[in-house]
């Protein structure tokens, strides 16, 4: 069974400071890497996606990428109250369009003013 | 430039009913996946179709559920003979399914409610 771990939370931040939220895969092949965002009662939205091993910056958001210890993070500079949601990590877990998406199930982040 | 719409977006049945939740892909794709998500838990993936084809089911529960996406029209995801369990939210996205490098995009779900 493919797995995509991420520790549930929730993960308290003051206002200002970095989130780091972490995740771990299980399937060495898995070639994409994307960060979602869901809020109370609704849908997941797309932050960030990552595909070569290293660092990937989108405003305040950074994804990490190290395909070796099958490991994925994002990074939230400067948190604001408005970041505070659910974070799912998703990995394409196979290297042709017939792979599909897992989730993990989800990272609850607090920031706390 | 629509995104991904789901409808409808609350759905009540009783038990033993039938439920048909609709997803329309966003304008260029031609893939998309269903998940289940109960309160307070992760999504759960069910089945990622491609028009006419269904490409991985894996996810789908053996008996009562099935899904389709037909040449035209949107996908569709039918639950026979519902019972309280499968209340939950159901999402859909969508992707142009051009590589392993596509990005898959939500509409805003069914809450299905199961009285």
């Known amino acids: 069974q493919k797995e995509v771990e991420q520790n549930s939370g929730p993960l308290s931040v003051p206002e200002g400071a970095i989130a780091s939220l972490n995740c771990t895969y299980s399937?060495?092949?898995?070639?994409?890497f994307f960060w979602y965002r869901q809020y109370s009662g609704k849908s997941p939205e797309l932050i960030m996606s990552i595909y070569s091993n290293g660092d990937k910056e989108d405003g305040r958001f950074t994804a990490q990428l190290n395909k070796a210890s099958q490991y994925v993070s994002l990074l939230i500079r400067d948190s604001q109250p408005s970041d505070s949601a659910t974070y799912l990590c998703?990995?394409?877990?196979?290297?042709?369009?017939?792979?599909?998406?897992?989730f993990g199930s989800g990272t609850r982040l607090s920031i706390r003013p | 430039n629509a995104g991904v719409m789901q409808n409808p977006r609350h759905l009540v049945r009783r038990r033993g009913q039938e439920a048909r939740l609709r997803c329309s892909p966003m304008k260029g794709h031609s893939h998309v996946y269903w998940y289940r998500q109960l309160p307070e838990e992760g999504l759960k993936f069910m089945v990622y179709?491609?028009?006419?084809?269904?490409?991985?089911e894996s996810g789908m529960p053996k008996e009562r559920f099935s899904a389709e996406f037909p040449k035209e029209g949107p996908s569709i995801l039918r639950i026979q003979q519902v019972v309280r369990g499968d209340s939950a939210a159901y999402f859909c996205a969508s992707s142009s399914g051009t590589g392993v490098n596509t990005e898959a995009f939500f509409g805003q779900g069914t809450r299905l409610t199961v009285v």
């Open positions: 399937d060495r092949v898995s070639q994409s």
């Open positions: 998703a990995v394409n877990e196979g290297y042709s369009s017939a792979s599909k998406i897992i």
């Open positions: 179709l491609q028009k006419e084809n269904i490409i991985d």
